[in-house]
C-alpha cells in the first residue's frame, strides 16, 4: 500500500502533472521507493477515484495539455493516519545474499565477477548520494523538511556504503578460499 503513500508525499511537496512526478520518481522517491511509469499513472487514477487527489481546474483548457494533481484534505488525512500507523520491518531478501550460500555447496566459480561488478554498481550508487547531498543539503539548510529528507538520503547513503564495505571483504575472504 506504499505507492499511493510515495505519491501523495511528492504531490503534497509540489503538484504535479503525471510526467512531472515520474521524472521526479526517477531522481528521488525512486531511490527507495521504484514504481513503473505505468504503475505510478494507474495509481494517479485510483486515487483521484478515492476523492485524494483532484486534477488541478485549468482557467483556459487545451487539447493535450498536461493534467497537473493537487493533494485534497481526504488525501492528506490518508496520508498521516499511515504514517503515525505501526509497520513492522520487512524480513530482507537477497539474491546475492542467497547465491553466496549456494557458493558454499556448489562451488564459487563465476561468483568473484558478479561480486565486483555489485561492488562497482554500489560505488557509483554512493557517489550519486553523496553528489545530491552535496547540492541539495548545504551546511544551514535545516528546517524540518529538510531535515527529515536528509535523514532519508543518510539512510541511503549508509546502505551503500555497508554494500561497498561488505562486497569488498566478501572479495577479499573469496580470494583466501582454496581454489578460488
Do not use: C, N
Not at 1 to 21: C, K, V, Y
Not at 54 to 60: L, N
Not at 68 to 93: I, M
Amino acid at each position: 500500500m506504499s505507492l499511493p503513500h510515495a505519491i501523495l508525499t511528492a504531490l503534497l511537496e509540489r503538484p504535479s502533472a503525471g510526467l512531472d512526478l515520474t521524472r521526479r520518481f526517477d531522481r528521488s522517491i525512486g531511490y527507495f521507493w521504484s514504481a513503473s511509469h505505468q504503475q505510478i499513472y494507474r495509481e494517479l487514477g485510483k486515487l483521484e477515484a478515492e476523492g485524494y487527489i483532484r486534477a488541478i481546474p485549468e482557467d483556459r483548457p487545451s487539447r493535450g495539455q498536461k493534467k497537473s494533481y493537487e493533494v485534497l484534505p481526504a488525501g492528506r488525512a490518508e496520508l498521516e493516519r499511515w504514517t503515525a500507523a505501526a509497520q513492522d520491518p520487512k524480513p530482507h531478501r537477497d539474491a546475492l545474499l542467497l547465491r553466496l550460500r549456494a557458493a558454499a555447496v556448489v562451488g564459487t566459480d563465476g561468483l568473484e565477477a558478479d561480486l565486483r561488478r555489485h561492488l562497482d554498481l554500489h560505488r557509483r550508487q554512493l557517489a550519486e548520494y553523496e553528489q545530491i547531498q552535496d547540492r541539495d543539503f548545504p551546511p544551514g539548510k535545516d528546517s524540518a523538511q529538510a531535515r527529515l529528507q536528509h535523514l532519508v538520503l543518510r539512510a541511503g547513503i549508509e546502505l551503500e556504503t555497508f554494500w561497498t564495505q561488505w562486497l569488498t571483504e566478501a572479495l577479499e575472504e573469496l580470494a583466501e578460499l582454496p581454489d578460488s
